[in-house]
Every structure is written in C-alpha cells, then in structure tokens.
C-alpha cells in the first residue's frame, strides 16, 4: 500500500479563534490575556503536527463486510457507504507528541483547559492539511466523504486498530499509539478514512456527541 507522512508543514497559531472560544479579552493589561499569550508563544515555538495517509484498495464487498488489504471490516454502514467506490484512503492525523509533552507542565485547571484547546487547534490544522491535499491530489472536482470508527456503534472504537495496521510504521514515525482500550496517545488524535461517494457522508450526521470541535456537519435528529 502506498503511504505519505507528513511531519513537517506550516500551520499559523492564531490567537483570535482561541480567544473568542476561551472567552479571553484582548486586553494587553489582563492577567489571563498575558497568560494565555505567553502559552501560545510558547506552543507556537515547539508545535509539530503530524498526518499519514495511505492509498488502499477495496478487495471484496460482502453482505455486510469489505475487505480491505486482506482486512476484514464487518459494519454494515461502512459496507453500504463503499458500495460504489473501490478504493479509501486511511488516515492517521496528530497534535503532536511534543505538544502533548508540553501540556502536561500545567497543572493549573484553567492553564490546563487552555493548553487542551491549543491542542485541539493544531490538531484541527492538521486535519485541515491532510483534507486538502488529499482532495486536491486525488479528488478534485469530487466529493470527499469521511468516517472514523468510535464515534459511531456501527464502526465501534476497537476498530482504530484496523488504521494503525495499516499506518503501521507511519503511527510510530509520528509516535502515535494506541492503548490496551483502543484509545489514542496523543489524545488529540484521529483516525478514519476518506472516500468517494455519491452521497456525501460525514460521521457527524449520526453522531450527537455535542460540543465536538472536529464537527464538519450538523446532527441529523433521528425522526
């Protein structure tokens, strides 16, 4: 399977977004303004995140299976989302280990929430990058649809793993792994996949999960 990794690609730290999320004046004279600016010039200086993606092949589609690169996938929603596609491209994508790393010198509860929240935003950066290059590499003038196990029951958490036998050599490049329980390290991390579809799809149409800061469309309330 072919793979591309990158770990290193400009991304701008701006301070707006997060102020306006963090409910920060812009007040040079305000003791948190002058925290949380001293953080983010410091995140600024050591930030590197990270994405890998691979291009894989579609082998078979059962009843309610594909294979994929001799993998067996068994999940009826990622069976009928691929129906007309013969290919997907899995991803790993990543704050970064040394953002990570950073984080945890502030102890602080509201030090720590703002150190969570710059994570957040480099890992969005990241995500954003690999979205583009993908689509502008493989997918102009298509649709790009997306999914990622965990977020919903018919592509459940364990799955990741799926990914991370994939992406294998690149998850460890990016030091990027998973736990006993399937969970990532970097915490702000995601896996998934991206496809063509006639339909576009996107995990965030079923999931209620509120307040995500990955959301690309609305819930879709069951009727």
């Known amino acids: 399977m072919k793979t591309f990794l990158a770990q290193h690609f400009p991304i701008n730290l701006e301070a707006a977004p997060l102020l306006k999320k963090l409910k920060i004046d812009a007040d040079p004279e305000d003791e948190d303004f002058q925290s949380f600016s001293r953080m983010l010039d410091e995140a600024r200086s050591i930030a590197r995140p990270k994405f890998a993606y691979g291009i894989a092949a579609v082998?078979?589609?059962?009843?309610?299976?594909?294979?994929?690169?001799?993998?067996?996938i068994r999940s009826k929603l990622v069976r009928q989302n691929l129906d007309q596609t013969h290919r997907v491209f899995p991803y790993i994508a990543t704050c970064?280990?040394?953002?990570?790393?950073?984080?945890?010198?502030?102890?602080?509860?509201?030090?720590?929430?703002?150190?969570?929240?710059?994570?957040?935003?480099a890992l969005q950066l990241a995500i954003m990058a690999m979205r583009q290059t993908v689509k502008e590499t493989y997918f102009s003038g298509q649709d790009l649809?997306?999914?990622?196990?965990?977020?919903?029951?018919?592509?459940?958490?364990?799955?990741?793993?799926?990914?991370?036998?994939?992406?294998?050599?690149?998850?460890?490049?990016?030091?990027?792994?998973?736990?006993?329980?399937?969970?990532?390290?970097?915490?702000?991390s995601v896996s998934g996949f991206?496809?063509?579809s006639q339909s576009h799809f996107e995990n965030c149409r079923l999931c209620p999960m509120p307040n995500c800061p990955n959301r690309r469309v609305p819930y879709a309330q069951p009727e």
């Open 59 to 72: 082998e078979e589609k059962g009843t309610d299976s594909v294979i994929i690169e001799g993998r067996t």
């Open 194 to 196: 991206y496809f063509t």
């Open 145 to 188: 649809s997306q999914m990622s196990p965990g977020s919903l029951p018919e592509w459940p958490l364990p799955e990741q793993a799926f990914l991370f036998d994939l992406l294998r050599e690149e998850a460890a490049a990016m030091e990027v792994r998973l736990t006993d329980s399937f969970l990532m390290v970097p915490s702000k």
């Open 96 to 121: 970064g280990s040394e953002l990570d790393i950073w984080s945890r010198a502030y102890t602080d509860l509201l030090e720590n929430y703002w150190a969570d929240e710059i994570k957040n935003r």
